[in-house]
């Protein structure tokens, strides 16, 4: 039973251009959110996170907003760069002794120049 | 500082041996916890250690253990090797004992292939 799903595997933009990528979840319990990136033959790299009483959390070029009616987040990248071309993982925490992250399988982002 | 430190990069080893990986955190991490990828799981949690104690444990059989001594550097080891541990191990470190606030930082992971 996957409580954090990413449904796109892969996602194709253009250099400049906003990159939208989406994870839902089933928890209601999770108390942070998390994205990372992995490029191959790397560990994942935090890149930001949101708790689950807020809504938005921006960090220069990303922003992760958070749907919790909906049990559903999103990290948005403005403007794409070639660079941001890799893996990325959406995680959530259920906090307290629950030390571990609960990952979904990746959306791989290519961004074209 | 230095990062999230993982030894070996590399290993290969024959079904039914046993090996044991190595993690020394961030200085001053207290918590580590240790991943599998695979291309089918995706990264699935093993366990997590904060202050030498295990205190969560993901759904692996026994054959996978773990240990984190004083200084915060952490083993794991799997006994009974099988071809379906062939993985990327990664282990990953945190300032608390909930990583979800402070975000963890990974290693680099160790490659094992079983043969």
């Known amino acids: 039973d996957q409580q954090v799903k990413q449904n796109s595997p892969s996602l194709s933009v253009q250099e400049g251009r906003i990159s939208i990528l989406n994870c839902d979840y089933t928890n209601s319990m999770f108390d942070y959110f998390l994205w990372y990136k992995k490029y191959p033959a790397e560990g994942p790299t935090f890149l930001i996170s949101?708790?689950?009483?807020?809504d938005k959390n921006e960090d220069g070029r990303f922003t992760v907003f958070l749907n919790k009616s909906a049990k559903h987040l999103s990290l948005h990248i403005v403007p794409s760069q070639p660079g941001d071309s890799a893996v990325y993982f959406c995680?959530?925490?259920?906090?307290?002794?629950?030390?571990?992250?609960?990952f979904g399988k990746g959306t791989k982002l290519s961004v074209k120049p | 500082k230095a990062g999230v430190t993982q030894t070996p990069r590399y290993l290969i080893k024959t079904r039914g041996q046993q090996v044991t990986l190595s993690c020394s955190p961030i200085s001053g991490h207290r918590s580590v916890s240790w991943y599998q990828q695979t291309p089918g799981q995706g990264l699935q949690f093993l366990f997590e250690y904060f202050s030498e104690t295990q205190r969560n444990k993901g759904n692996f059989p026994g054959r996978f253990s773990g240990r984190q001594f004083s200084n915060s550097r952490s083993e794991m080891n799997v006994s009974t090797l099988e071809l379906g541990d062939s993985a990327l191990y990664l282990c990953?470190?945190?300032?608390?004992?909930?990583?979800?606030?402070?975000?963890?930082?990974f290693g680099s992971g160790t490659r094992l292939t079983v043969v």
């Open positions: 990953a470190s945190s300032l608390g004992s909930t990583g979800g606030s402070y975000g963890y930082t």
């Open positions: 949101i708790s689950s009483i807020k």
């Open positions: 995680a959530a925490s259920l906090g307290g002794s629950q030390g571990n992250l609960i």
